[in-house]
């Protein structure tokens, strides 16, 4: 059977699918250097009509943090170049941002919440649990300017 995948665009200068409906939001940041685990994330989150910009280290999530302010990141403990509990403190100093630690149990949830997280989720957690999660930081007020 063939399978079609719609047309990339760009965003910010970086990839994204065009989904019909897409929520108008900013786009969620995915920090995962496991390339598998990126990509089920990008689709999962992309399917439930989010736009996706993806990092694999530390340095490009910083980058890309300061260029699309994402409302909410993804940030997976273990990243070459830092640690993703470092980059969840600097995004919560940078502007409000919503943190979503997924880890393979790298970190606890009491490190995840003193580095300023406002959720911890195991990679075994049902996707449909991220899901709530990004959705449940979207429905937060931005602050002002963003």
Same mark, same amino acid.
């Given at each position: ?13 970086? =990839? $994204?699918? /065009?989904?019909?409906?897409? @929520? ?11 390339? !598998? ?19 694999? !280290?530390?340095?490009?999530? *910083?980058? +890309? ?23 969840? +403190?600097?995004? @919560?100093?940078?502007? +409000? ?6 880890? /393979? ?8 919440? !003193? /580095?300023?997280? !406002?959720?911890? *989720?195991? @990679? ?9 999660? $990004?959705?449940?930081? *979207?429905?937060?007020?931005? =602050?002002?300017?963003?």
């Amino acid at each position: 059977m063939l399978s079609v995948r719609p047309p990339q665009h760009e965003l910010y200068g970086y =990839p $994204v699918m /065009a989904i019909a409906g897409a @929520k108008a939001t900013r786009p969620i940041l995915v920090i995962e250097d496991d390339r !598998d685990v990126a990509q089920m994330l990008r689709t999962y989150l992309e399917l439930e009509g989010y736009q996706v910009v993806v990092a694999s !280290d530390a340095g490009q999530a *910083l980058q +890309r943090f300061d260029e699309i302010h994402p409302r909410v990141a993804v940030i997976d403990v273990r990243i070459p170049g830092g640690s993703g509990l470092s980059l969840a +403190r600097t995004m @919560k100093a940078r502007g +409000r941002t919503g943190v979503i630690i997924f880890t /393979a149990g790298m970190a606890s949830r009491r490190e995840a919440t !003193d /580095a300023g997280a !406002d959720v911890f *989720l195991l @990679k075994t957690a049902p996707l449909s649990e991220l899901g709530q999660a $990004v959705r449940t930081l *979207l429905h937060r007020p931005p =602050p002002d300017g963003y």
